[in-house]
């Protein structure tokens, strides 16, 4: 069964630090890996997927994702942080493609410091 | 940009009374899930559509949660009666199976549900 562990539920770095939020995935077949960005009192927004091309993936906002089948990571970046980058993140793998269910971890919730 | 619509943003309601949440996925989406957040959790799947059949309902609740897509646009999920551990925030989302349409499943703004 596919399952995702998102080490560290809370992550707390200084605006202009470098972001690093983890993801490590479980499946028994390639694949398919996402993050998402949630705010307070909203939806989620795709930041980012991996779907078996590029291995180094990159998103919105600064962001980038690391797919590494050796360590079955999917390590979310940023170079420096921006106050606004504060939110909850979630990582999430489907097996499916596109019409398969969302698979996610327990989130972490990104501060950043003035 | 397109969107996908979900109403009401919040509803408070008392135990045992009957809730319903509103789904209008992006246009053209085929595929419409229920996703279920509680608190300081990632989100779970509740139900899968496609098109106005259900292809996943393993986790929902059907002695009191009830979900349909009667004309394949949009959905309502509903629970009867609601309970206390009810209480979270409901999320709806779309995806394709267009090759030329953006890979992955795109979320409403999620409706905040909190039974007293």
């Known amino acids: 069964a596919q399952s995702v562990t998102q080490l560290g539920s809370h992550v707390s770095v200084s605006e202009g630090a470098l972001v690093l939020l983890r993801c490590n995935y479980s499946?028994?077949?390639?694949?398919?890996l996402f993050w998402y960005v949630q705010y307070p009192n909203q939806g989620l927004q795709l930041l980012l997927k991996?779907?078996?091309?590029?291995?180094l993936v990159k998103g919105i906002n600064g962001f980038e994702a690391e797919f590494k089948k050796s360590e079955t990571s999917f390590h979310l970046t940023k170079p420096s942080a921006h106050m606004s980058d504060a939110a909850e993140y979630f990582c999430?793998?489907?097996?499916?493609?596109?019409?398969?269910?969302?698979?996610f971890g327990q989130g972490t919730t990104l501060q950043v410091k003035p | 940009e397109a969107e996908v619509a979900q109403s009401p943003r919040y509803k408070i309601t008392e135990k045992s009374q009957a809730v319903a949440f509103w789904c209008d996925p992006i246009?053209?989406?085929?595929?419409l899930y229920w996703y279920r957040q509680i608190l300081g959790q990632g989100p779970e799947l509740l139900v899968q559509?496609?098109?106005?059949?259900?292809?996943?309902d393993s986790q929902l609740p059907k002695d009191r949660f009830s979900a349909e897509r009667l004309k394949g646009v949009d959905s309502t999920l509903k629970i009867q009666p609601a309970e206390l551990g009810d209480s979270a925030m409901y999320l709806c989302?779309?995806?394709?199976?267009?090759?030329?349409?953006?890979?992955?499943?795109?979320f409403g703004p999620g409706t905040r549900l909190t039974v007293l």
């Open positions: 989302a779309s995806s394709t199976l267009s090759g030329g349409s953006p890979f992955g499943q795109f």
């Open positions: 999430a793998v489907t097996l499916s493609g596109n019409t398969g269910k969302l698979i």
């Open positions: 246009s053209g989406h085929a595929t």
């Open positions: 499946s028994s077949v390639p694949p398919y």
């Open positions: 991996y779907t078996s091309a590029a291995t």
């Open positions: 559509f496609q098109d106005e059949s259900v292809v996943d």
